[in-house]
């Protein structure tokens, strides 16, 4: 069975760390393009950082550059997402995504968000406030 599930969500201060994981089953995770989204209540989904199949090249929004880190252990199956200088802006459900290939990771670049993806995970809360 494939699946993706997120975790580390919570509630931070702002100002403050997470780190968010995204552990793969059912498929061998260094085969894809992983990528990091989120979407707050009313608004749309942001994609917010993708890695590619080797690690080689990184994605990041404007809205997280500088302050989020976004890598991946192959050998473990898991890509993460390391959130520092937390702003309540950053409150929202979390999820990775997984796309079989680096097609996506360089659209974005190009601001053109992903409008298919090979799997996705439920999610996780974070929510930034004091």
């Known amino acids: 069975q494939v699946q993706l599930v997120e975790s580390g969500g919570g509630l931070a201060p702002p100002g403050g760390s997470l780190i968010l994981s995204c552990t793969a089953s059912?498929?061998?995770?260094?085969?894809?393009?992983m990528t990091w989204a989120r979407q707050a209540p009313g608004k749309g989904l942001e994609w917010l950082s993708g890695?590619?199949?080797?690690?080689?090249?990184?994605y990041y929004a404007d809205s997280v550059k500088g302050r989020f880190t976004i890598s991946r252990d192959n050998a473990k199956n898991t890509v993460y997402l390391q959130m520092n200088n937390l702003k309540t802006e950053d409150t929202a459900l979390y999820y990775c995504?997984?796309?079989?290939?680096?097609?996506?990771?360089?659209?974005?670049?190009?601001?053109?968000?992903?409008?298919?993806?090979?799997?996705r995970g439920q999610g996780t809360q974070v929510t930034v406030s004091s």
């Open positions: 995504a997984a796309f079989d290939s680096d097609y996506w990771l360089y659209r974005l670049e190009d601001g053109v968000n992903p409008t298919e993806y090979d799997y």
């Open positions: 059912g498929f061998t995770l260094s085969e894809y393009c």
């Open positions: 890695i590619a199949e080797d690690g080689t090249y990184t």
